[in-house]
């Protein structure tokens, strides 16, 4: 069944002139099987699960008052990011809101102005869409709230905005909750969806809920394949089928691991689907190489240090040459000492980010 959002009541009243703001704090999320491939309006070729991070987020301030013209033109719209006018972001958020004109029409009667910072250092090279787009989808569904009286039950406020959040960017999806969260259809998730992500919380493994993960920077330069145009590649690849297929089969191997918290099976899972995601990229026509040497010198240290010492810490990659390794709060002390020893100075002016699993967004109240 899908979901239809679309609704012509929500308009307000033209005596009501609301004026206001609502901010949320969102964080960031590392998939564990990756979403690769989409189709239609930002849904997934396979289904996937992720980390989702607590240092790494972007608070979002949406400040509305009622327009005093409403034009046929679309949404009225100031952004700055970081305190400055961001003139490009800015036109994807307009072009966002606009695409959701059917399900909240109320946007076109107000003038938005959105403030919006990440707590990760800027040119960081840590994709920020999906803690942005969440925020800026919660921000979206409390001024439902506000407006309308809807959206009271937790769980029904929460999937509308991985909703929103998947049609902005489809892994913000996925922020929305805590520890864990799984987008895509799978038979041994109930209630999953391609269209809103679900928790995978209650039958998580203590030990994975206070999962470490350090982000290594090797290089902060901005990526060379955008997700978008990556997805795209996927349509045409001559291994889109059998990952697709592998994707769901991997979730099912990874759901008792993260159940019974089986670190070695997740570890085993986790370093395959980050290569997996890589290789799928060197494969694809035109092909990208996103891993530098430094990437690979980390993964040769980590596998290395993990042999000699039987400590449970495996790496991860996003669409990028940063690593995140992952591994249980109770080891931190010692992994750490390995990672200030010899993983630290081969990053990028030695810049490391030490985050971690998260609670999920925060709605920040004045
Ligand atoms: O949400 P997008 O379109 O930026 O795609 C994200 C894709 C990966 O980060 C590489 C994998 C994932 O599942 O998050």
Same mark, same amino acid.
């Given at each position: 069944m899908s979901l239809d959002y =679309?609704? $012509?009541?929500f308009v307000l009243d033209t005596s009501d002139h609301p004026q206001g703001s609502v901010t949320w704090r969102s964080p960031s999320n590392l998939a564990i099987v990756k979403y690769w491939g989409k189709h239609g309006? $930002?849904?997934?070729?396979n289904p996937s699960i992720s980390l989702t991070l607590d240092t790494a987020h972007t608070t979002t301030t949406l400040h509305y008052q009622r327009r005093e013209q409403v034009s046929s033109d679309g949404i009225s719209l100031d952004l700055m990011f970081e305190g400055v006018p961001a003139p490009a972001f800015a036109e994807r958020i307009r072009r966002y809101l606009e695409s959701i004109g059917n399900i909240y029409p109320f946007l076109r009667q107000l003038h938005l102005t959105i403030h919006s910072e990440n707590s990760?250092? &800027?040119?960081? /090279? %840590?994709?920020s869409s999906a803690s942005s787009m969440s925020a800026l989808a919660l921000c979206l569904c409390s001024l439902e709230r506000h407006f309308f009286?809807?959206?009271?039950d937790e769980q029904e406020f929460l999937t509308k905005a991985s909703y929103l959040a998947r049609l902005a #960017?489809?892994?913000?999806?996925?922020?929305? @909750?805590?520890f864990m969260s799984a987008w895509g259809r799978h038979g +041994? %998730?109930? /209630? #999953?969806?391609d269209e809103f992500a679900v928790p @995978? =919380? +209650?039958?998580? &493994?203590p030990s994975f809920k206070t999962m470490r993960n350090a982000i290594l920077i090797v290089s902060s330069g =901005?990526?060379?394949?955008?997700s978008s145009a990556g997805h795209q590649l *996927?349509? =045409? &690849?001559?291994y889109a089928a059998t990952r697709y297929i592998q994707a769901g089969q991997r979730m099912s191997q990874l759901l008792p691991a993260l159940q019974h918290g089986d670190w070695d099976l997740f570890g085993q899972i986790t370093e395959n689907e980050a290569l997996t995601l890589h290789a799928l990229m060197m494969a #694809?026509?035109?092909? @990208?190489?996103? *891993?530098k040497p430094q990437s690979l010198q980390l993964i040769d240290a980590i596998r290395s240090f993990r042999a000699d010492t039987g400590l449970p810490v495996y790496f991860s990659l996003d669409a990028g040459p940063n690593l995140h390794v992952l591994y249980p709060d109770e080891h931190a002390d010692k992994i750490e000492s390995f990672l200030e020893a010899e993983c630290i100075p081969v990053c990028e002016n030695g810049v490391w980010i030490a985050d971690k699993a998260g609670e999920g967004p925060k709605e920040i109240l004045e």
């Open positions: =679309t609704n $012509q009541k309006r $930002q849904l997934p070729r990760f250092p &800027h040119s960081s /090279g %840590i994709a009286d809807s959206l009271a #960017s489809g892994s913000a999806a996925r922020s929305v @909750y805590p +041994d %998730i109930s /209630g #999953s969806s @995978y =919380t +209650d039958a998580l &493994h =901005t990526k060379a394949v955008s *996927m349509e =045409t &690849h001559p #694809s026509n035109p092909s @990208y190489l996103l *891993m």
